[in-house]
């Protein structure tokens, strides 16, 4: 079992940066993949960004030049560096943990709020 903590959320004016954080306990050493997913209300949940337990990132076109998704396997920690922020950025920010073959699962965060005002 893994479980995921979320940080750093908030509101920000458009324009501004927020820093979000996931840190992972548990077996956290049969963590594969770790990203962040957003669901903003009436809509489904929609992936942002994943970075590999090697450390390559990849982020979402709507995202890309503005986050940054960043992973310290030390502290079991991924990040998401959240610049130039839009009003429709504004969603509930869930972390995500895959873990490796044979018994792939997925776990989840609790979400944290990011509200981005024009």
């Known amino acids: 079992q893994v479980q995921l903590v979320e940080s750093g959320g908030g509101l920000v004016q458009a324009g501004g940066s927020l820093r979000l954080s996931c840190t992972a306990s548990g077996s956290t050493s049969s963590i594969n993949f770790m990203g962040w997913y957003r669901q903003a209300p009436g809509r489904q949940r929609e992936w942002v960004a994943v970075?590999?337990?090697?450390?390559?990132?990849t982020e979402a076109d709507s995202v890309k030049g503005r986050f940054t998704i960043s992973r310290d396997n030390t502290k079991n920690t991924v990040y998401l560096q959240m610049n130039t922020l839009k009003p429709e950025d504004t969603a509930v920010y869930y972390c995500n943990a895959k873990t490796r073959p044979p018994a792939i699962s997925n776990y989840w965060g609790q979400g944290t709020q990011v509200t981005v005002s024009s």
């Open positions: 970075v590999s337990s090697g450390g390559t990132p």
